[in-house]
């Protein structure tokens, strides 16, 4: 079947640490994005890329990375910069950014800070 | 920029009432809109979408009509079921090569028996 995956579903980050969200897609889409999502706020974007080895920043890129090394993976990672990282992340992807394209999600990552 | 404005939540309703959920949209040009759905503990899956003015989006039994002139794309449904208890997310795609998708806040819809 194909789909997106995230992984882990919960992650525990500790002060000062760097943690990686993992996002893998076999849809051949050539779009990924990353959002955040907080209680009552929609989603916003972190990060996205249209095609392998190129990434833009979104809206709240401060204190996040990305990599796009394979048109599969999408990996996000949170670094110690970023002050307020309790949130729950979604991986999306999409054929294009032409505009009509639907964005296909995974189902999440959970990111508590112990 | 662009952006989305739903309605304020969340909203309970009994099984098989009338939906409505409001949605506004500011943008240049003709963007693609989209409703979103949301379950408890996953990720999002398109409901529907209208790419250009007067198209209806259906699925599910869930309806929205695009309308420019009032620059809106409101959800209904006839009759609910418990089982439609969720997030809704109402979102904008603008036109162009680098287009990005803008949501709205989401509302929360629970359904009782």
């Known amino acids: 079947d194909g789909g997106i995956t995230q992984s882990p579903k919960y992650l525990f980050r500790k002060e000062g640490q760097n943690v990686t969200l993992s996002c893998e897609q076999n849809l051949n889409h050539d779009a990924m994005y990353w959002y955040r999502q907080d209680p009552g706020q929609g989603l916003r974007l972190i990060y996205y890329s249209q095609i392998v080895n190129d990434f833009q920043k979104g809206d709240i890129a401060e204190g996040y990375s990305v990599s796009r090394e394979k048109k599969e993976s999408f990996p996000l990672t949170v670094t110690s910069a970023q002050k307020n990282p309790t949130a729950f992340y979604l991986c999306a992807s999409s054929i294009g950014t032409g505009g009509t394209e639907t964005q296909y999600f995974g189902p999440g990552t959970r990111l508590l800070v112990l | 920029g662009d952006s989305v404005t739903q309605m304020e939540g969340p909203v309970t309703l009994s099984e098989e009432a009338f939906l409505t959920i409001n949605c506004t949209y500011t943008?240049?040009?003709?963007?693609?809109l989209f409703w979103y759905v949301q379950y408890p503990g996953e990720g999002l899956q398109l409901l529907l979408k209208?790419?250009?003015?007067?198209d209806k989006g259906s699925n599910k039994g869930f309806e929205a009509t695009y309308r420019k002139e009032t620059t809106s794309f409101h959800l209904e449904k006839g009759s609910v079921q418990v089982s439609d208890s969720a997030v809704y997310f109402c979102a904008l795609s603008s036109t162009g090569a680098n287009s990005k998708l803008t949501f709205g806040k989401g509302i929360t819809l629970s359904v009782r028996p």
């Open positions: 209208a790419t250009k003015a007067d």
């Open positions: 943008a240049t040009g003709y963007p693609s």
